[in-house]
């Protein structure tokens, strides 16, 4: 049985997005949550696949533990998920709150303005703890939507974080997100049977677009990672604005 009653050209263009997502994953190491999420709006309510994303996730961690360990920069990894603690439970109660456009407009608009600091190649200094804790604090809120990844790659790159400690460093601290918010969003009664269900049957696409973006990461150079980072911001937030408006 198809999950949250999709058809089964609907599971397709998910299970689409998912090898996709996957790939983006493997490479950038990040952006793999809202892209799903961006494939699954196309076609149905994306935010049941919230915590579906996030289970994954955790499974694809440990295929890609041996070969980030040595770059991850713990220090950072901490400091963010200190704010992060924070910061899901926030996002977890806020969802049930906002209507879902207007949720997703906003949202859209927010990742649209982090592309623009990209592209104008915003600069800053490298960051202490009260920055860094703030982050987190966003990260986590924006966690509930499953796109909390996008203000730490955008934080990373104005930072200019070496792009294997940057992929490092996110994966790390998205594990440490996301079994934090797991128990918080099964507490809300987010996660249902099909999550596990749709968890399931998606790993392997999944896992075959990881294993094809963790070869072309080994290929990549830094100008080719910033801008498919950028690239990767832009299609994500016309996206979800498009959707939102519709």
Known sequence: MIPFGLTGLEAALVALGMVVAGYVRGYSGFGFAALVMS??????DPFPFVPVVILADVFMTAGQARGIWPHIDWRRVGLLFAGAALGVPA???AIGWVPLDLGRAV???FVLAM????????RIAPQGRGPHMAVGVVSGAANAMAVGGLPVAVFFT??????VVFRATVIAYFTALDLWSIPVMAQAGLISRDSFVATG????????????????FVAASPQDFRRFAILLLAVLSVLGLAKAVM
């Open 201 to 216: 049957l998606g790993l392997p696409f999944m896992l075959l677009g990881l294993w094809l973006g963790g070869r072309r």
């Open 39 to 44: 494939f699954a709006a196309l076609v149905t």
């Open 91 to 93: 996002g977890v109660v």
């Open 158 to 163: 104005a930072q200019g974080v070496a792009p």
């Open 107 to 109: 949202l859209s608009l």
């Open 115 to 122: 592309c623009g600091m990209l592209l104008r190649g915003w």
